[in-house]
Nanobody, 129 residues
């Protein structure tokens, strides 16, 4: 299983970027997909997540209204559209996959990195002021 994140780069504040995560999962639609990020010297944090059908999306308060998650199950790919980027969005961004057939015991399971089965290698986003 491989998750390949791409699309990071160096942009100025206010710009947009779209990250992609291509997954080599047998049945991509069996997975809830999440995006996390880790800034230098900080802990990894939840950015957003999307249900298997794309019908439900979840976002961290810090990105709500600026970031949009989508997925294309035919292409085994999940996207993170990032608009109005801020310097505080600078981080390595990781995509992660969680099998929806595994029961979860917390209402906020999608925010917990420990709940995910597979992780991508990360792509660096740097936002200059």
């Amino acid at each position: 299983v491989q998750l390949q994140a791409s699309g990071g780069g160096l942009v100025q504040a206010g710009a947009s970027l779209r990250l992609s995560c291509a997954a080599s999962l047998n049945t991509f639609s069996n997975y809830f997909m999440g995006w996390f990020r880790q800034a230098p010297g900080k802990e990894r944090e939840f950015v957003g997540g999307i249900s298997w059908s794309g019908g439900n999306t979840y976002y961290a308060d810090s990105v709500k209204g600026r970031f949009t998650i989508s997925r294309d199950n035919a292409k085994n790919t999940v996207y993170l559209q990032m608009n109005s980027l801020k310097p505080e969005d600078t981080a390595v961004y990781y995509c992660a996959a969680r099998n929806i057939r595994v029961p979860a015991y917390s209402s906020n399971w999608y925010r917990m990195g420990s709940e995910y089965n597979y992780w991508g290698q990360g792509t660096l986003v740097t936002v200059s002021s």
